[in-house]
Nanobody, 125 residues
Framework: HLQLVESGGGSVQPGGSLRLSCETSESSYVYVAYHMGWFRQAPGKQRERVALISDNGGIVDYADSVRGRFTISRDHAKNTMYLQMDSLKPEDTGMYSC????????????????WGQGTQVTVSS
């Protein structure tokens, strides 16, 4: 069972930045086997895929709504994935969760097996 813990959420004004982290206590040997991603859900809306990153970090994919503003990355030495969010907009508000799965298809249109508990991001003036 892969445990994921998010951090870094908070409240910020439009145009501001935040960096989210998703850490696992698993060994690097286990961590590098998983593709990972960030998802978000706003009140009253369906969960939305924000960004995905492959197991080796060589492939990344973004939702159109965040492309050019958000950057996903992962540090294998720290067993941690990040989401750098710049030029934040009110519509970016939501609960952000990280997820992981052996299979890319589970993240890209499916249901990932492992989830973190989520961290709240609020963008408001």
């Amino acid at each position: 069972h892969l445990q994921l813990v998010e951090s870094g959420g908070g409240s910020v004004q439009p145009g501001g930045s935040l960096r989210l982290s998703c850490e696992t206590s698993e060994s690097s040997y286990v961590y590098v086997a998983y593709h990972m991603g960030w998802f978000r859900q706003a009140p009253g809306k369906q969960r939305e895929r924000v960004a995905l990153i492959s197991d080796n970090g060589g492939i990344v994919d973004y939702a159109d709504s965040v492309r050019g503003r958000f950057t996903i990355s992962r540090d294998h030495a720290k067993n941690t994935m990040y989401l750098q969010m710049d030029s934040l907009k009110p519509e970016d508000t939501g609960m952000y969760s990280c997820a992981a799965d052996y299979y890319w298809s589970a993240l890209d249109g499916g249901t990932p097996k492992y989830w973190g508990q989520g961290t709240q991001v609020t963008v408001s003036s």
